[in-house]
């Protein structure tokens, strides 16, 4: 059975730019997570998607957005890139409604801003 | 505000010893504590969780405690092995109001198992 797969595992863009990711999740799964991991920090909760409603955000300002498609797969975008967005994208999912939070996550993808 | 802090960034054990990883979290509301596992350009594995209302949960070589006086969580991994060497992140999560399905993660331990 297939894992969570990100695409692309490597972006490079320059400051201003808009990024996109990719994200499939586990068959079966429906929701969707977005985390990130700046250079020796823990990784920071962006967004949670469940059948295709945004369920909840962390604090990040608005240009960090997404969506989840029919098909649960999602996208994150980020625009107006800023130095700082420079950091590892994880995504990760999971059945909806487990409680105890059990999240498999992808490899991620790893954004550099020049 | 770091509602859940791992203060060691790094540890380093010999093989067959035991690995202790401390995690210490700040809300008593917390509902759900986990322990991820990191190797390096892979993303995060879910090792162990235990839940707010027990003490101890137990699987193999992993054992979690939770102190919940001391708002403190530990993972104990006897005996260690060198294929053990990787990033540990604890996670809580809150499972109700607005911190619904999100995890919020410590800043992780680097553990090095030595042969």
């Known amino acids: 059975e297939a894992g969570v797969t990100q695409s692309p595992t490597h972006l490079i863009k320059t400051r201003g730019q808009q990024a996109t990711l990719r994200c499939s999740p586990i068959?079966?799964?429906?929701?969707v997570y977005w985390y990130q991991q700046a250079l020796g920090l823990g990784l920071q909760f962006l967004l949670w998607?469940?059948?295709?409603?945004?369920?909840n955000r962390g604090n990040f300002p608005p240009r960090f957005s997404g969506r989840q498609f029919p098909n649960y797969s999602s996208e994150l975008n980020v625009n107006a890139l800023e130095l700082e967005d420079s950091a590892l994208y994880l995504c990760?999912?999971?059945?909806?409604?487990?409680?105890?939070?059990?999240?498999?996550f992808g490899s991620g993808t790893q954004l550099s801003v020049l | 505000d770091q509602q859940v802090k791992q203060n060691s960034p790094s540890l380093s054990v010999q093989e067959g010893r035991i690995s202790i990883l401390n995690c210490d979290y700040t809300?008593?509301?917390?509902?759900?504590f986990l322990w991820y596992k990191k190797y390096p350009a892979e993303g995060p594995t879910f090792l162990i969780s235990?839940?707010?209302?027990?003490d101890k949960n137990e699987d193999g070589r992993f054992t979690v405690f939770l102190n919940k006086s001391a708002k403190h969580l530990s993972l104990h991994i006897v005996p260690s092995q060198p294929g053990d060497s990787a990033v540990y992140f604890c996670?809580?999560?809150?499972?109700?109001?607005?911190?619904?399905?999100?995890?919020?993660f410590g800043q992780g331990t680097i553990l090095t198992v030595h042969p």
């Open positions: 990760a999912s999971s059945e909806s409604g487990t409680l105890n939070e059990k999240l498999f």
């Open positions: 068959s079966g799964h429906t929701s």
């Open positions: 998607y469940d059948e295709g409603e945004e369920r």
């Open positions: 809300n008593s509301m917390f509902d759900y």
């Open positions: 235990i839940s707010s209302i027990k």
């Open positions: 996670a809580v999560v809150n499972a109700g109001g607005t911190s619904y399905g999100k995890l919020t």
